[in-house]
């Protein structure tokens, strides 16, 4: 199967790699996992006092559209709100990568990821 | 055997409908049941007979390879009990996994990185005793606790150490041949 220019790019050169001290009061970390493909994918936000995303970082074992999708979405929610992350649809994600049907499953992990990573932060802060 | 196609796979060969199953008697009802229904033996038949003998060798291949695998037979347990794996959807599994997970696959890259075959082998056998404890958590879930849920899960968890053996495989596969 052909992947898109766009999962090659961020395959080939994933944004954020890596990890935050997970102790930090300031980071919320979600880790989830695909059952059908054994994707394992940890994803971390780090936030500021104001509630802004002002980094994230991820670690996926998958194949090249977990990566993109991890990657693409650590992009996306810096500068964001918590609630403008959890705004973020799967269907966003496939699209803008051009993710085949079979691969949909990819996107719906990052998505499930940055939902958990919110609701760690939310959980810490007793939100 | 009958041409009933509504009975369910367990009842195809006439064996008790539980995870906990005995491979030589369903080796043997198989073989019984697939020499049955063998296309050679239909050759001189009808082509309405062609048809459902075909049907049947189908019917009964299918059923012998999910009652073979622990969890394809699992999945289909709990399917006859109207429960979905969720293997598809449920992304959410407990933490302390993923994160063994997440261990288990450093350690894989680790030792193919280092092209260390010893040490993969032995990360094998130790996967495959981490999967024979998971499946006879599996096996007590369905056939003693009626625990749809957990079965469910170690199902889905299950998944997770296929993909790790395959990992294994290709990574001893790559550094040897």
């Not at chain 1, 050169?13 to 994918?41: H, I, L, Q, W, Y």
């Not at chain 2, 033996?41 to 009964?60: C, I, P």
């Not at chain 2, 709990?78 to 979905?84: E, I, M, S």
């Not at chain 2, 749809?148 to 294994?168: G, S, T, Y």
Request: glycine share 4%.
């Amino acid at each position: 199967m052909a992947y898109s220019d766009k999962v090659m790019d961020h395959y080939e050169n994933p944004r954020n790699v890596g990890a935050f001290e997970k102790g930090d009061d300031s980071v919320g970390t979600g880790m989830v996992g695909a059952p059908a493909c054994g994707d394992v994918m940890k994803l971390q936000i780090k936030v500021s006092e104001d509630g802004v995303i002002e980094d994230a970082k991820f670690k996926t074992y998958g194949c090249g559209s977990a990566i993109a999708s991890s990657s693409l979405i650590t992009e996306w929610v810096k500068g964001k709100s918590l609630d403008e992350a959890l705004a973020i649809k799967n269907t966003d994600i496939a699209e803008e990568l051009a993710l085949p049907p079979v691969k949909i499953h990819c996107s719906i992990l990052a998505e499930d990821a940055i939902k958990a990573a919110v609701a760690d932060y939310k959980q810490k802060h007793g939100k | 055997m009958s041409t009933d196609f509504t009975q369910d796979h367990f009842a195809l060969f006439n064996l008790p409908r539980r995870f906990a199953i005995d491979t030589a008697l369903l080796d043997s009802a198989w073989r019984t049941a697939a020499a049955e229904v063998h296309p050679d033996r239909f050759v001189t038949a009808q082509d309405a007979e062609k048809r459902v003998a075909l049907m049947r060798a189908t019917r009964v291949n299918e059923a012998y390879q999910t009652l073979k695998s622990p969890v394809a037979r699992a999945r289909y347990l709990l399917q006859l009990a109207g429960v979905d794996t969720a293997e598809e959807t449920n992304t959410s599994m407990p933490a302390a996994f993923l994160m063994a997970q997440m261990e288990w696959r450093e350690a894989i890259a680790d030792a193919r990185a280092a092209a260390n075959v010893d040490q993969l082998e032995a990360l094998s056998r130790q996967l495959r005793g981490d999967v024979k404890e998971l499946e006879t958590e599996l096996g007590s879930a369905l056939d003693e606790q009626a625990d749809h849920a957990a079965a469910a899960l170690a199902v889905r968890k299950l998944r997770f150490l296929e993909k790790l053996d395959q990992e294994i495989g290709d990574a001893i596969e790559a550094l040897l041949y």
